[in-house]
């Protein structure tokens, strides 16, 4: 079975600082892996998501992530932090033994940045 | 239109009672499914549907739990005898594909914040 564990349940950072959110996964066979943002009150919205293409994955707002199968870990992060950041943020995984399997998700990060 | 929508965005309900919630996904979506998140965790798979079949429903918590997509559009959750434990968002998501070695990305609703009173 397929588990992703998400190391801190709340990172503070200042804005302007490194931001890094870490994710480690459990996988019988070579992922799916996603890092998806949720802001108050909205549904979740991909940032990112590796699909056994290039291991260091860009994504939107300035995120990047590093498929790293030797430390099964996914880790977020991003060189400057902004205000509007403050969200909380989920890593999933799913198998890609077709195209719509099931996300299985992490507990979530909540990231908070101080002016 | 625009993304998924979900209705209503909130719902009391009274222990006992039956609610159903709704789920219109992106037109032309083939899959759809619905997560269960409940406060502070991480949202967790409940049921799938592929156009009108559902394809999985492993992740129903119980046999009060019941969805359905009979003209493989519109979903529609339904929770009979609502428990406390019930308390939650029921989040849906669609994707466009049906299968095969693409991945196809699941976009998400704003969600169903279900309060069991």
């Known amino acids: 079975a397929q588990s992703v564990t998400q190391l801190g349940s709340h990172v503070s950072v200042s804005e302007g600082a490194l931001v890094l959110l870490r994710c480690n996964y459990s996988s019988s066979v070579p992922p799916y892996l996603f890092w998806y943002v949720q802001y108050p009150n909205q549904g979740l919205q991909l940032l990112l998501k590796?699909?056994?293409?290039?291991?260091l994955v860009k994504g939107i707002n300035g995120f990047e992530a590093e498929f790293k199968k030797s430390e099964t870990s996914f880790h977020l992060t991003k060189p400057s932090a902004h205000m509007s950041d403050a969200a909380e943020y989920f890593c999933a995984v799913s198998e890609p033994v077709s195209g719509n399997t099931p996300l299985v998700f992490g507990k979530g990060t909540r990231l908070s940045v101080i002016a | 239109g625009a993304g998924v929508s979900q209705s209503p965005r909130y719902k009391v309900a009274k222990r006992g009672q039956d609610v159903a919630l709704r789920c219109d996904p992106i037109s032309g979506h083939v899959s759809l499914f619905w997560y269960q998140q409940a406060l502070g965790q991480g949202p967790e798979f409940l049921t799938y549907?592929?156009?009108?079949?559902?394809?999985?429903k492993s992740g129903l918590p119980s046999d009060r739990f019941f969805a359905e997509r009979p003209e493989g559009s519109v979903s529609t959750l339904k929770i009979q005898r609502t428990q406390q434990e019930d308390s939650a968002v029921y989040l849906c998501?669609?994707?466009?594909?049906?299968?095969?070695?693409?991945?196809?990305?699941?976009?998400f609703g704003p969600g169903t914040r279900l309060t069991v009173t």
């Open positions: 549907f592929q156009n009108e079949a559902q394809l999985d």
């Open positions: 998501a669609s994707s466009s594909g049906q299968g095969g070695p693409l991945y196809y990305e699941q976009y």
């Open positions: 590796y699909t056994s293409a290039a291991t």
